[in-house]
């Protein structure tokens, strides 16, 4: 393998068509696709400044780099990517890519990074900031994510995460067979209109839960305070450890809670829905809005 160490490279393309290359402590300034249709690539210790660096790239390793606000839109159509150790202040990474795995990543500009990506294996990855992280991306394994980007993990599907703490609004919407264990989701609106999503062990918080949810499983999770008018038009299995303030038009299944402040049925859940709702001790519980009661 030929290595390039102590280098600086800029302009366009200058390590084009590159095979079996490894880069020690190379900077590369401004310019374009500097590392582009290249095959078995390894970067350790490297600065990136410029744009669109990694596109067309099929088996690399990158160590120990760090991409600038400059180098935004690094990770294009490539695959087998092996990023270690690394800080990316740039945005829009990682796009139409397979086979890609992390490890001690943190991005602090996770603005629509991960889209319409296969095959993404993390661990301890922190994304701070952007928005729509994952968009329309599949076959995820995730352990140890702390994130307060917005709008995560939307339209995803085949993803497995554990011990998370994700702080956002509108996460895991439109997800198909996705299972969360082990973490603490903070924010309005999860859930809404998931297929098949699985929480084991999970703490929630923010407003309207887990609404318009079809197959939904909750195993051993809690609710903070905040979590009023949950489970609207979903179809669920649901054991609650602790209380839930309120439950409202939940469709059909069974809630199972220690303590429910309140349940809402009103005139705009219909049968069929014949949704099961108890205390695990028996008890009752209040039934709010009971002139629409059906």
Not at 190 to 211: A, D, F, K, M
Not at 225 to 253: H, M, V, W
Request: proline share 3%.
């Amino acid at each position: 393998m030929e290595v390039i160490k102590n280098r600086e490279f800029g302009g366009e393309r200058p390590l084009f068509g590159s095979q079996d290359l490894r880069l020690e402590q190379v900077i590369v300034r401004a310019g374009e696709s500097a590392i582009k249709e290249c095959r078995n690539i390894e970067a350790v210790d490297c600065r990136f400044e410029g744009n669109y660096p990694f596109w067309h790239v099929h088996g690399f390793r990158i160590d120990r780099c760090y991409f600038d606000v400059g180098g935004r839109s690094a990770l294009w159509y490539s695959d087998h990517l092996k990023m270690t150790d690394t800080v990316i202040d740039a945005p829009k990474m990682f796009r139409e890519m397979q086979e890609i795995d992390l490890e001690d990543v943190t991005m602090n500009d996770a603005d629509e990074v991960f889209w319409h990506c296969r095959g993404i294996r993390a661990r301890n990855l922190k994304l701070h900031e952007g928005t729509y992280p994952f968009m329309f991306s599949r076959d995820i394994y995730v352990d140890g994510l702390e994130s307060d980007s917005r709008y995560v993990f939307q339209y995803v599907k085949d993803a497995e995460i554990h011990h998370a703490r994700i702080t956002t609004k509108d996460a895991f919407w439109e997800v198909e067979n996705v299972t969360i264990y082990d973490s603490e989701l903070n924010g309005e609106y999860l859930g809404w209109h998931s297929r098949n999503l699985r929480l084991v062990n999970c703490h929630i918080t923010g407003e309207q839960p887990l609404c318009y949810a079809e197959n939904l499983v909750l195993e051993n999770c809690t609710f903070g305070e905040d979590c009023d008018r949950a489970f609207e038009y979903s179809t669920l299995q649901a054991d609650i450890r602790g209380a839930i303030t309120n439950i409202k038009n939940p469709t059909s299944g069974r809630i199972v809670a220690d303590a429910i402040g309140s349940v809402t049925i009103d005139r705009n859940i219909l049968p069929p829905a014949d949704c099961e709702i108890r205390l695990r001790d028996g008890g009752t519980y209040e039934i709010t809005d009971k002139t629409l009661l059906r």
